[in-house]
């Protein structure tokens, strides 16, 4: 598919298609022969990850794309791994993925460390306001608690 019924399947500009494969964060599967860019149902879901993890986890695009090259490697790893049966080969593959794993486990962390921070802020709104409709119901000033009351 071109660029354009991607860009329509995932619900974003074909600028953004555009941009995100500056980035290295797509690459189309391959090009036509007039040199426009083609896609596949492989990119089509990359394309959705991305925006599942920008959009409804907050990731920034950088942090994206250490995701996807740890995966990327994860799927080299594998490959590789399975292609030796050198010990010393596999130590270093397995080092080298859960080096990969632990930065992503950080990153995770980070951003659950985050989220937990402004779901504590909004308790905070929300108690402040439950404060005020109790005063309200008793028929209190609600300001008073403004002024350290």
Known sequence: MRIGELARRCDVNPKTVRYYEELGLLKPAARSEGSYRLF???????????????????FSLAEIGRLLEDEEARERN???????????????????????????????????????????????????????LEDLEAGRDPSNHERGR
């Open 78 to 132: 594998r490959s590789a791994f399975r292609s030796t049966t050198n010990v010393d080969e596999r130590r270093a593959i397995l080092r080298d993925a859960l080096g990969r794993v632990d930065r992503q486990v950080t990153s995770l962390r980070g951003k659950a460390s985050r989220i937990a921070q402004m779901v504590k802020e909004a308790e905070v709104r929300r108690r402040h306001l439950e404060r005020h």
């Open 40 to 58: 596949d149902e492989d990119d089509l879901e990359r394309l959705r990850f991305i925006r599942g993890l920008r959009d409804d986890a907050g």
